[in-house]
């Protein structure tokens, strides 16, 4: 099981990070013989505040816990060889919580299959890990049946793989103001699995750790949904073609802009920018839905929040009206 949670306060991050530390906490961190210690008033790191002297201590006592060992319950030798002799299909499990002043997301990756953890026990200790009232274990687990019983009918599906069902994916990964876009073509019926593919991609682009399991948690998504219209019947097998009369078109070498929309890409966002894009995104959900109900079908948007082909795309009347 992969899973990555993260904790978002509910107020626009400042657009000057220089000093936010892990898990978006603003302040100033310094490690000396492997310690970290955190300054959340923006004040000066230890080593400088000595030089300074004393730091006043605070009026207030801050109020200290001892963290709880976590319960894991114990499985017969039994118990374990079933579950390492069964197929293990992996299904995409979102979780978005809001909790006081807090919005907490989650993503993990749950084996289909499996039968010595239950959603129940996930949530409590879920809970227990994130000190979060006893009535989230209800929501937390209901929300990872919903999900299960959703992904049910196409993660233990398997196509053909001479089948050849080739899609085009167009992956969006946001993680710690890191904008990771990704364009390329996927057999639906590869052995391929995700995890393989967001290895690669962390260890080429040189990207946190944390990309891993975002990558492959989104990856689940989109092949799980484009399998889903394949196996309905709605899967699009056309490709935009843009030469004039419906001819073939054909290859126009631009040595700048040649293969642009089909390399991977890392930027940086501001705030804004998420914003507005999260507002674009929203206008093109409600297009799909009502271009969906006025043809009776399913139409899939598959890009995310953050698509750049529009972005990048360039018009019609850049293009040339030759397919050659």
Same mark, same amino acid.
């Given at each position: 099981m992969v899973s990555y949670a993260e904790v978002d306060e509910d107020f626009d991050d400042d657009e000057d990070d220089d000093n936010i530390g892990p898990n978006g906490i603003f302040g100033s961190f310094s490690g000396a013989n492997g310690q970290t210690t955190l300054d959340t008033n923006g004040a000066s790191t230890p080593a400088l505040a000595s030089a300074a002297g004393p730091t006043p201590k605070p009026d207030a006592k801050e109020t200290k816990r001892l963290a709880q060992r976590t319960q894991h319950a114990t499985? %017969?030798? +039994?118990?374990? =060889?079933? &579950?390492?002799?069964?197929?293990? &299909?992996? &299904?995409?499990?979102?979780? @978005?919580? +809001?909790? +006081? @002043?807090?919005?907490? %997301?989650?993503?993990?990756?749950? @084996?289909? @299959?499996?039968?010595? /953890? %239950?959603?129940?026990?996930?949530?409590a200790i879920t809970c227990a890990?994130?000190?979060?009232?006893?009535?989230?274990t209800t929501q937390i687990a209901g929300a990872i049946r919903s999900q299960l019983a959703d992904y049910a009918a196409v993660a233990n599906v398997t196509l053909p793989a001479d089948m050849g069902l080739h899609v085009i994916i167009n992956l969006n990964v946001y993680l710690n103001k890191q904008l990771y876009e990704d364009k390329f073509e996927w057999d639906l019926g590869s052995d391929i699995t995700p995890q393989a593919f967001a290895k690669g991609v962390v260890q080429d682009l040189g990207l946190y750790s944390e990309f891993y399991p975002a990558?492959?948690?989104?990856?689940? +998504? &989109?092949?799980?949904?484009?399998? =889903?219209?394949?196996?309905?019947?709605?899967?699009?097998?056309? /490709?935009e073609n843009y030469a004039a009369f419906g001819g073939d078109a054909g290859w126009r070498v631009d040595q700048e802009l040649l293969g642009e929309d089909w390399a991977p890409s890392v930027e940086r966002l501001s705030q804004e920018e998420i914003e507005k894009r999260e507002i674009e995104r929203g206008r093109n959900n409600r297009r799909l839905k009502r271009e969906s109900a006025r043809m009776g079908g399913d139409i899939t948007e598959i890009g995310g929040l953050f698509g750049r082909s529009k972005r990048r795309r360039r018009g019609y009347e850049e293009r040339s009206d030759s397919p050659w």
């Open positions: 499985y %017969t030798d +039994e118990q374990l =060889r079933a &579950v390492a002799d069964s197929d293990e &299909v992996l &299904v995409p499990i979102r979780l @978005n919580l +809001e909790y +006081e @002043n807090f919005r907490i %997301t989650d993503f993990l990756l749950w @084996n289909a @299959n499996e039968t010595v /953890i %239950t959603p129940e026990q996930f949530a890990d994130m000190d979060l009232p006893a009535p989230y990558i492959a948690h989104a990856l689940y +998504e &989109v092949l799980y949904k484009m399998k =889903r219209e394949a196996l309905d019947g709605h899967l699009p097998q056309e /490709i």
